[in-house]
């Protein structure tokens, strides 16, 4: 979107509106250029953040939970996120706040669907997230030693087939016997998963889709926040 443009020539607020447009689009070296070129004008990595690239994936976030965006849109503007957060990571520090919190996720043992999850986990990490995304087919103790390893806020499970979603009892019932259960927020997801499910096998949340998974996941952080 921003080919043509002169960022000199441009304010920092005009080069923000602009930032958030081109992620909305999936647009990831303007992306870059634009949080370098903000960097070298004093802009902090952690209002390059927030003001470009969360409030960036805020909107997309809000567009595809109503319907406006679809995933290979999401999936674009997730990619172009990525790439500024490639060049803003290494200038991020647990003091300046840029995590929101810790996610780890992965898809069941038996199930090699990955594209929702992925998808989960870039949302995610849009929102400020620390994502350790664990891959296909997990086994439970997989995901018990990434607990037990990283000590995450939330634990997002996925899984495409009937076949497989039972598994995720499997696993909360491992985090169960090692006695971590209680110090982490479970989300399970997946075509075939419904709200019913996933009180059925104790799951802290269901969530539909990535859009609802991190309007969740903020939801239970402020309300961990809160004691």
Not at 26 to 39: F, P, Q, R, S, T
Not at 105 to 132: C, Y
Not at 216 to 226: E, L, P, V
């Amino acid at each position: 979107m921003s080919d043509n443009l002169d960022l000199t020539e441009m304010t920092i607020d005009e080069i923000y509106d602009l930032m958030r447009e081109d992620l909305y689009y999936g647009e990831a070296d303007e992306i870059v250029k634009e949080v370098n070129y903000l960097l070298e004008q004093g802009q902090s990595p952690q209002e390059i953040l927030n003001r470009g690239l969360l409030a960036g994936m805020d909107e997309v976030g809000v567009d595809f939970r109503d319907g406006i965006l679809f995933v290979p849109e999401v999936l674009m503007a997730a990619r172009a996120m990525k790439a500024g957060m490639e060049v803003l990571r290494p200038l991020l520090t647990q003091k300046d706040g840029s995590r929101a919190g810790t996610f780890v996720i992965g898809t069941v043992k038996g199930d090699i669907h990955d594209i929702g999850k992925n998808l989960v986990g870039m949302m995610m990490e849009g929102a400020g997230f620390e994502v350790i995304d664990l891959g296909i087919n997990v086994p439970a103790e997989t995901f018990v030693e990434a607990v037990r390893e990283h000590k995450p806020d939330i634990l997002g499970m996925s899984a495409l087939l009937t076949t497989t979603m039972p598994y995720m009892r499997t696993v909360i019932q491992a985090l169960e016997d090692a006695r971590l259960r209680k110090d982490v927020i479970v989300f399970v997801g997946g075509a075939p998963v419904n709200d019913a499910f996933a009180e059925e096998i104790h799951a802290d949340a269901y969530c539909r889709d990535a859009a609802v998974a991190v309007e969740t996941a903020k939801k239970f952080m402020r309300h961990r926040a809160r004691g």
